[in-house]
């Protein structure tokens, strides 16, 4: 079974910086996706970037870029020039490529903005 | 166009009660998932429709939960016999599954509060 971990459960970062979000998984599989979701307040899980593990070059999605190690099974979020926004529980989550699809979350991370 | 969306926004019942949630997924969106996000948790997947069958029910915790999806559209996820350990919020998620990566769009869910 996949397991993903989220090792930082709370995150700041002052206003117009950079952060980054840790992530480390566990799988078996050659071939999957990974992916970042937010969760604001409104509890509706907002998908912000995606990873297919067979390609080399990391996402990139306007301020929102990753860094895949797939080696490491390590997959870090960093966001630049935080914004007010971005606060909220970020989850990051792993998908097989075949069978049901679905997903295996990490514990979260809480990020604040401080402005 | 509208997103998913489930009903009720809260849900507040008794120990022993039974309950029903109610998911409608976006139109057109043939596979349907459920899943659990305990209290400082990330969200735990319980069941997976094609259509209108269950084809991976395998994180259902025990025989108290039940989902259904009748007519391949609106699924209603059922609790019998309460307990307090189930309360959560409860997530519906639909995606098209016709390409090769299908995004699954979350609902808002339905906190679940057992007293």
Redesign the interface.
């Known amino acids: 079974a996949q397991t ?1 971990t989220q090792s930082q459960p709370e995150m700041s970062v002052q206003e117009a910086e950079t952060v980054t979000l840790s992530c480390t998984y566990d799988t078996s599989e050659s071939d999957y ?1 990974l992916f970042w979701y937010k969760q604001p307040p ?6 912000v970037i ?1 990873q ?1 593990a067979y390609k080399q070059q990391n996402a990139t999605e306007n301020r929102f870029s990753v860094n895949f190690q797939k080696a490491a099974k390590s997959f870090s979020l960093k966001i630049s020039d935080s914004q007010l926004g971005d606060a909220a529980m970020y ?1 990051c ?1 792993y998908r097989s490529v075949s069978g ?9 991370t809480r990020l604040t903005i401080i402005p | 166009g509208a997103g998913v969306s489930q009903t009720p926004s809260n849900k507040v019942t008794e120990k022993g009660k039974y309950v029903e949630l109610r998911c409608d997924p976006i139109s057109g969106h043939t ?1 349907l ?1 459920w ?1 659990r996000q305990s209290l ?6 319980l069941i ?1 429709f ?1 259509g209108t069958g269950a ?2 029910d395998s ?1 259902l915790p025990n025989d108290r939960f039940f989902a259904v999806r009748p007519e391949g559209s609106v699924s209603t996820l059922k609790i019998q016999r309460t307990e307090r350990g189930d309360s959560a ?1 409860y ?1 519906c ?1 639909s ?1 098209r ?1 016709q390409v090769a ?4 769009f ?4 339905t ?1 679940l509060t057992v007293l």
Do not use: C, H
């Not at chain 1, 409104?42 to 998908?47: A, F, G, H, P, T």
């Not at chain 1, 049901?100 to 979260?108: A, D, S, V």
């Not at chain 2, 979350?106 to 869910?109: E, I, K, M, R, V």
């Open positions: 993903v996706y409104s509890r509706q899980m907002i998908l995606r297919e989850f989550a049901n699809e679905k997903l295996t979350f990490g514990t979260g | 596979a998932y899943y400082g948790q990330g969200p735990e997947f997976y094609q084809a991976d994180g919020v997530l998620a995606s599954k990566y299908n995004e699954q979350f609902g808002p869910g906190r």
